[in-house]
């Protein structure tokens, strides 16, 4: 009620504005996931790309009927303006996996102030939306971390985050031998869901680590979908055309 009293003599003054700016407003706090909610289903992740393998592995995932979710930054290993990173984030984007934001530089978001946030998450949805037409309703912070502060902006910019429940470790020196090992463990525990992190960038994740996994999880009668769907919620905070290129889509 105090709240309430104080928004209405905000509005009054015509400081509401402001006020919504601030990092401060209790509202829209970002909801964090890290388990699928829909029974029966996987949501294989892959971040930090665009990359190299992102073509083939849309073409594995399609070839087993499987949907994946791509959390792409802007600036990482490639630059996703690159003509042919943004080719084959397009083509992801168009055979129906789910594309999101990993935000443009991979830096850790928890050192960040509210500007610098704001800076490494709109410019990746910007790239998103010029290049697919999709504005993004997902982001996953580097390396998982965020803070009030990061919750904050993320539920001013209209996304949630989403994290994981199970780690392939490909991007913390796991071998293929020993990441497929942990899918094995994982599916041989029988969890309702899964909600998977891989990463784009590793060959072995691609064209040995992949195609094991999904083969054992379809087996094991998992539905391999998106992240939305996943958790029913949408993929995108709006869908439109894909804007033609110009001098502005540089890194
Ligand atoms: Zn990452």
Request: glycine share 8%.
């Amino acid at each position: 009620m105090m709240y309430k009293t104080l928004a209405a003599a905000f509005l009054a003054s015509g400081a509401l504005q402001f006020a919504s700016a601030s990092p401060l407003e209790p509202r829209q706090t970002a909801t964090v996931y890290t388990h699928c909610t829909a029974a029966n289903k996987v949501a294989l992740t892959f971040d930090d790309g665009p990359y190299n393998y992102l073509t083939d592995i849309v073409n594995t995932l399609d070839a087993a009927g499987a949907k994946g979710t791509f959390f792409f930054n802007g600036n990482n290993w490639g630059c996703i303006y690159d003509t042919t990173l943004r080719g084959k984030v397009k083509y992801a984007y168009d055979h129906g996996h789910q594309v999101a934001s990993h935000t443009w530089a991979h830096k850790d978001l928890t050192t960040l102030t509210w500007d610098q946030i704001h800076d490494e998450m709109w410019r990746v949805e910007q790239a998103l939306q010029r290049i697919t037409g999709a504005y993004p309703a997902w982001v996953r912070p580097p390396y998982g971390n965020y803070n009030d502060l990061v919750k904050s902006a993320a539920g001013v910019r209209g996304l949630s985050i989403a994290n994981w429940d199970f780690d392939s470790g490909d991007s913390t020196g796991a071998s293929a031998a020993q990441s497929k090992s942990s899918y094995d463990q994982i599916i041989g525990s029988h969890p309702s869901t899964i909600l998977a992190l891989n990463h784009e960038t590793q060959s072995s994740t691609a064209y040995d680590v992949l195609p094991y996994a999904i083969q054992k999880l379809k087996a094991a009668g998992y539905q391999l979908v998106t992240v939305a769907e996943c958790l029913g919620k949408a993929p995108y905070q709006s869908v439109g055309s894909p804007q033609t290129p110009d001098g502005n889509w540089h890194c």
